[in-house]
């Protein structure tokens, strides 16, 4: 059984920055994709950003449009955890942050993820 933790989130004015943290534990991290959603009041969890394996110790990021450049998601497999650097926010990121892990195939579907940590709240003011 796999359980994600996520931690980081909290309330911050727009301009700033948040490092969100998924902590995983149960079955081997290093190969599974771990993703990063977000779901806003009265809208779809949403794509943010996945951190795929790609062979060796070789690792692809995907990011949603609406964060490249400003969002970085990043491993540490000793420590099985993902991290979600979160910079130049704006209001419109404010939603409750999931992490994810899915197959290694899993890219930015919901449905492609099999087990989900139980959200950390990020709020940007304005």
């Known amino acids: 059984q796999v359980q994600l933790v996520e931690s980081g989130g909290g309330l911050v004015q727009a301009g700033g920055s948040l490092r969100l943290s998924c902590a995983a534990s149960?079955?081997?991290?290093?190969?599974?994709?771990m993703g990063w959603f977000r779901q806003a009041p009265g809208k779809e969890r949403e794509f943010v950003a996945a951190?795929?394996?790609?062979?060796?110790?070789?690792?692809?990021?995907d990011y949603a449009d609406s964060v490249k450049g400003r969002f970085t998601i990043s491993r540490d497999n000793a420590e099985k955890t993902v991290y979600l650097q979160t910079n130049s926010l704006k209001p419109e990121d404010t939603a409750v942050y999931y992490c994810?892990?899915?197959?290694?195939?899993?890219?930015?579907?919901?449905?492609?993820?099999?087990?989900w940590g139980q959200g950390t709240q990020v709020t940007v003011s304005s």
């Open positions: 149960g079955r081997t991290f290093t190969t599974y994709t």
């Open positions: 951190h795929r394996w790609s062979g060796g110790n070789l690792y692809y990021a």
């Open positions: 994810a892990q899915g197959g290694s195939i899993a890219g930015s579907s919901p449905r492609q993820y099999d087990y």
